[in-house]
């Protein structure tokens, strides 16, 4: 079977297969392949079987189907699908069970689409790897001993071991776009605001954006247009029409390349493959120097771990979640069932971003990092008014080993160096993968994905 949504569509338009064997396929991946790979900490067998009979029941009928109609898909565990459990990777949030859809769940359920399960991730969307997740590691489903990426390693791991069609993940400084690359797949951070983050377990609010994850661009594409939109539940969203995609579109022309030092051999390799390639097919490459890489990774996590240690606040003990049995007074339970419900590195987040925000310290780091956010917005709008697109690697190597950087939280947090620009400015980026877990990714202007499907269509014809 095929992982193309649009083939096995065809197929049982054609008669040639059904919506129910095709999800029975999955299942038997999944039963095969995940207790190796613990990409999916829950499976939705009898309710995905369930909808998938009552496609092909409609199908049948000859009732006219909806757009993605037996499209199967998972979700990150930090995005709320109601009547199950939605644990952000995390013990503090252990035994928690949503009682409603996340907006983006909402708009496939009613076009159609099957959510078959729920994928591991880092705990709270913080992570790389996928190694800091309560519920152990994923491993990556064609590189043994490798990460498959993170902090939505589960998402892209069960997509690349033939799980689903599609994978639902969350980008905070390039959470869908690394493990995207890591499994040579195609992953989408849309523009802040394209798409609605009510169910999304926030990590910091004005960088997380929900994606899609898929082995095909137009999978992609199709599961984009659903989700995105305007959402009067979520206050950021912006009420500009989603335009559908048209191949007819003119790709891009005037490509920014931003390539910084240090990459290794085969990416820089794939790179300099890649930029000739495109100039020999007509296009106009500009390398550009950029000013800022040494300012993105510090900017990023003093902002980020900010606005975590104020939006994880909330996890007390109290109300829901993980409490502790041993506390005499409130303030016990507070600080046991903190200490004792958040992992490593979620509670070096916090006190990180506790820090930056003190009475002492504010100035000194969150209002400079705020300004250099601005800076990026600018500079970037500004690279974008004389180039169509900027062009970079998405991450500066292929997957490593696992255990490799777990120790050391510095090299862990320069792995994000490529990613975290496109969420520091609001920008769209779209990876794509180029071949042996190596990726590309795109940024264009606000709300300009459509140039970037373009793009991307462009880049799957040339003889890479």
Not at 207 to 213: A, E, N, R, T
Not at 342 to 365: D, H, N, Q
Request: glycine share 8%; hydrophobic share 40%.
């Amino acid at each position: 079977m095929t992982s193309s949504y649009f083939s096995l569509r065809e197929a049982v338009e054609q008669g040639r297969t059904t919506f129910t064997a095709a999800v029975e396929e999955f299942l038997s991946r999944i039963e095969e392949k995940n207790q190796r790979l613990n990409a999916l900490l829950e499976v939705y067998a009898e309710e995905a079987l369930y909808a998938a009979h009552y496609w092909d029941k409609q199908q049948l009928q000859g009732e006219k189907l909806p757009p993605l109609a037996g499209l199967v898909y998972v979700h990150k565990d930090n995005i709320a699908v109601a009547n199950h459990r939605l644990s952000a990777a995390s013990r503090i949030l252990e035994g928690y069970v949503s009682p409603f859809d996340a907006t983006a769940v909402e708009r496939l359920r009613a076009a159609g689409a099957i959510c078959i399960g729920r994928a591991n991730c880092d705990e709270f969307a913080m992570g790389s790897s996928n190694e800091n997740s309560a519920y152990g590691p994923v491993q990556h489903p064609t590189l043994e001993g490798h990460v498959p990426g993170g902090s939505s390693g589960g998402s892209a791991a069960a997509v690349a071991a033939g799980f689903c069609h599609v994978a639902l993940g969350s980008d905070t400084g390039g959470s869908i776009r690394q493990p995207a690359a890591f499994c040579n797949l195609y992953g989408l951070k849309p523009t802040y605001g394209r798409v609605s983050r009510y169910g999304l377990i926030a990590y910091a609010s004005s960088f997380d954006q929900i994606g899609p994850i898929s082995a095909t661009l137009e999978d992609l594409i199709a599961t984009y247009e659903v989700i995105a939109g305007f959402d009067p539940r979520d206050a950021t969203t912006t009420d500009l029409p989603v335009e559908p995609f048209k191949r007819e579109l003119p790709p891009p022309q005037r490509w920014a390349f931003l390539v910084p030092e240090g990459l290794h051999p085969e990416t820089l390799s794939a790179f300099e493959k890649l930029q000739n390639a495109l100039c020999q097919a007509g296009f106009h490459i500009t390398s550009i120097e950029f000013p800022y890489w040494d300012y993105l990774i510090p900017t990023y996590y003093i902002l980020t771990t900010a606005e975590a240690s104020s939006n994880l606040a909330r996890y007390d003990g109290v109300r829901y979640g993980y409490r502790t049995q041993i506390a005499s007074t409130m303030d016990q339970l507070y600080a046991r069932s903190r200490s004792e419900g958040f992992g490593r590195e979620v509670k070096r987040r916090i006190l990180l971003g506790t820090f930056v925000l003190s009475a002492g310290y504010y100035e000194a780091y969150y209002t400079q990092a705020q300004k250099v956010r601005r800076l990026l917005y600018d500079y970037t709008e500004s690279l974008l008014q004389e180039h169509e697109v900027i062009a970079m690697p998405t991450s500066a190597t292929p997957p490593f080993k696992l255990g490799e950087k777990v120790k050391d939280p510095i090299q862990m947090y320069l792995s994000d160096l490529l990613t975290v620009y496109a969420n520091l400015t609001g920008h769209p980026a779209l990876q794509i993968p180029l071949g042996n877990y190596i990726g590309l990714q795109l940024m264009g202007p606000l709300f300009t994905e459509n140039r970037l499907f373009a793009a991307g269509y462009v880049l799957a014809s040339l003889p890479l």
